[in-house]
């Protein structure tokens, strides 16, 4: 089985805690990922988009068979700006895409003494991040549609182009996300289980299709 993302509209606070958008709690020697990027002739690193942060404890029960971390937290950052609406110089279509544009990242601890707030900032301190939003999660058939861990990729050919890899996690347009992605197209993030398993989120591939 997949397991279902839901995002809710909330006035709670979700310090450490499962959450889509808004800015990620992270252990203070965490680096933030960037990606290098040419732009007029200039060179330099731009952050990618914090996508969701996954407090493990509430995926375990919907995770039968343990494929994933079930304590710490865990965190998916992509470059997907232009899928929000942004102008963008990470900006990317269908088919793979080029190494570093996304990244996901593990703590396997969660401390809420030492965990900061990363907020990303434009020059006039005002907030630069979508609004944040509840995540809940629900048992879902693994070929489902929507925003999923788990499971296989639909709507796209992702399936049939990487048949050993996993499914992380998969991003599909959903009104209260603000993501529009090409009529039925799909992002999925996919590792090998083998490399899940040594925890190489590095070796994450990401298709949009």
Known sequence: MAIRLKLNKTERIL????????????????????????????TFDYPLTFVCQINCEDIAPFDKEGKLPHEGMLYFFAAIDQWLGYESPTEQGSGEWPKGHVAVKYAKAINFETFQTCMMVDD???Q?????????????EDDAEGIKLLGSPSGSDARGKYPDLL????????PVSGMNFP???????????????????????????
Request: glycine fraction near 10%.
């Open 183 to 209: 009529e039925g197209m799909t992002l999925n993030l996919m590792i090998k289980e083998s490399d899940l398993g040594y925890g190489n989120w590095k070796k994450t591939k990401a298709y949009l299709g």
């Open 15 to 42: 310090f450490c805690g499962s959450k889509w958008w808004g800015d990620p709690d992270m252990p203070e020697n965490m680096q933030y990922p960037t990606v290098e990027v040419t732009e007029d002739g200039e």
């Open 128 to 140: 630069l991040t979508e609004s944040e939003l509840e995540i809940v999660f629900e048992e879902c």
């Open 167 to 174: 499914n992380l996690l998969q991003l599909a347009s959903e």
């Open 124 to 126: 006039e301190g005002q």
